[in-house]
């Protein structure tokens, strides 16, 4: 995976876990890398353990967790927008 789409993943990621009111800092409370590197590294344990990754992956096929995790985001939403075509239709 590219860094811009592990960046877009990671952005998008964070975004739904604010909307759904989970805290995700990353933006650590002083500046400093250290602190930002703990959060990603947080965050990435726990995309892990929700997904299963790899253990329950074609690592061939996907490489990096960010990589499984684009794969689940892009195939759950395809199912919701089918959902809500047949609603409205």
Request: no cysteine; glycine share 4%.
């Amino acid at each position: 995976m590219d860094e811009d789409l592990e960046r877009r993943v990671k952005e998008e990621l964070l975004s739904l876990l604010e909307k759904r009111g989970f805290e995700v800092a990353l933006q650590p409370k002083t500046p400093g890398k250290r602190e930002m590197d703990e959060d990603l590294e947080d965050l990435e344990r726990r995309v892990k353990e929700e997904l299963h990754y790899p253990e329950e992956w074609d690592t061939m096929a996907y490489p990096t967790v960010w990589d499984a995790l684009w794969e689940s985001y892009s195939a759950l939403k395809d199912k919701v927008e089918i959902l809500e075509q047949r609603i409205e239709g």
